[in-house]
């Protein structure tokens, strides 16, 4: 009797045995896809729309979405992920995780699309567990050509190029720097010190050309300000790359044209007759009544209404840069905070030069200017930036 309850007992532990561990147990469980995304980005809304027809041909998979522009535990959680992902914890959006993989970015259907399914389909054929579950696994998934995390900008005629491989900072540094080389407005502020400096007064040189140096950073600032949030209402966003494209590789051609074509002058918008003629007479008159006129709040308010003019004309003789750098610092899908601290940055270097000009006038009282070979080279070192 023991014996028989003894091999019931053996053939009961073999079949459980066999029913809990011979035989894989699926899980019914849903596969959850995490996206991060910000309010305002447009690739994020392209993804969420490609997202959206991914769930409807997969009903049984959960989409979870998480906004880290205005939500900081959202953006802690992504660059925790990142993190574990042996990524830069650098808020980077849209960002799609799925089982132990994370696809950065989203250029097309037709290729971020088609990668983000397939690791579905992988992961609903094999099974994988929950992205937040298996942090410390999670690898970065690369595409063929390139990583996903890659910016990649296609340009008429130019073709793919990745902004990744630039360094913001320094294309900041660069373009600002070049933009504030343009002699549009530095002829207005070296003529206004040329004004000054007969006054023999540093205090009404500081008052009168610091106010002015100010005042055009601010408005330059704002009106970068303007550029941005332009592009980043605009929707379109294929329509509006491939216009900025175009328009870069015009700016840089009739840059390199005005190179070969040099014609002593300064600046190409007010050196010339009727219209050119008019603006450059109209600064000048003013900068002399300015420079004369006792120092009150209302020559300061006017010093102020002389910058916003100027830097009108600048954005003209910068011929599109400030447009084309603002499209880049959209399509690098920055936070709004970093967004304009780039935007400050390049206003800062774009008045350096300025700065700089002014302090050694006003500290040698003496007449600072620009020979006809500045022009020149600032001329083709531009359209070649632009070109390329």
């Known amino acids: 009797m023991d014996i028989k309850r003894l091999k019931k007992f053996l053939g009961l532990s073999l079949f459980l045995f066999i029913l809990f561990y011979a035989f894989p147990v699926f899980s019914q469980e849903e596969t959850v896809l995490y996206f991060f995304y910000g309010e305002g980005c447009p690739h994020c809304a392209q993804a969420e729309i490609f997202l959206e027809k991914l769930q409807e041909k997969y009903p049984q998979i959960k989409i979870e979405s998480y906004e880290v522009f205005s939500n900081k535990d959202n953006a802690k959680l992504l660059s925790r992920l990142f993190e574990a992902c042996g990524e830069s914890s650098q ?9 132990n993989k994370v696809v950065i970015e989203y250029l097309s259907e037709e290729i971020t699309g088609v990668r983000i399914e397939n690791i579905l389909k992988e992961c609903l ?29 296609h340009f008429p005629v130019i073709g793919l190029v990745n902004l990744s491989k630039m360094s913001l900072p320094v294309l900041t540094i660069t373009v600002g720097a070049l933009d504030g080389l343009n002699p549009c407005a530095m002829w207005v502020l070296l003529f206004l010190i040329a004004l000054l400096l007969n006054t023999h007064s540093r205090k009404r040189m500081l008052l009168i050309g610091g106010t002015f140096i100010i ?3 601010v408005i330059y600032y704002l009106l970068l300000a303007a550029w941005l949030n332009l592009f980043l209402a605009i929707s379109y966003v294929n329509l509006t790359r491939n216009i900025i494209g175009i328009f870069a590789l ?11 074509k040099f014609r002593p002058g300064v600046c190409k918008v007010t050196d010339g007759k009727g219209l050119g ?7 000048k008159n003013r900068s002399q009544k300015l420079a004369n006129a006792p120092l009150t709040f209302g020559i300061l308010i006017s010093i102020i209404i002389l910058a916003f003019g100027v830097n009108l004309v600048e954005f003209f003789c910068s011929a599109g840069l400030p ?18 601290l780039y935007l400050l940055l390049y206003s800062f270097i774009f008045m350096l030069d300025d700065l700089i000009i002014f302090l050694i006038a006003f500290v040698t009282l003496s007449k600072i200017g620009f020979t006809e070979k500045y022009n020149y080279w600032t001329t083709l070192i531009g359209g070649l930036i632009i070109f390329i």
């Open 323 to 340: 447009a084309i750098y603002t499209r880049i610092l959209v399509l690098n899908n920055l936070s709004p905070s970093s967004y304009y």
């Open 125 to 153: 054929e094999n099974g994988c567990q929950n992205s937040l579950e298996k942090l410390k696994e999670c690898q970065h998934e690369e595409s063929v050509a390139v990583t996903e995390k890659d910016q990649v900008i």
């Open 215 to 217: 005042a055009s950073g």
């Open 250 to 260: 015009g700016v840089g051609a009739w840059q390199i044209r005005n190179f070969i």
């Open 91 to 99: 808020i980077r959006v849209p960002a799609t995780f799925i089982g």
């Open 277 to 283: 003629d008019k603006i450059k007479n109209g600064f």
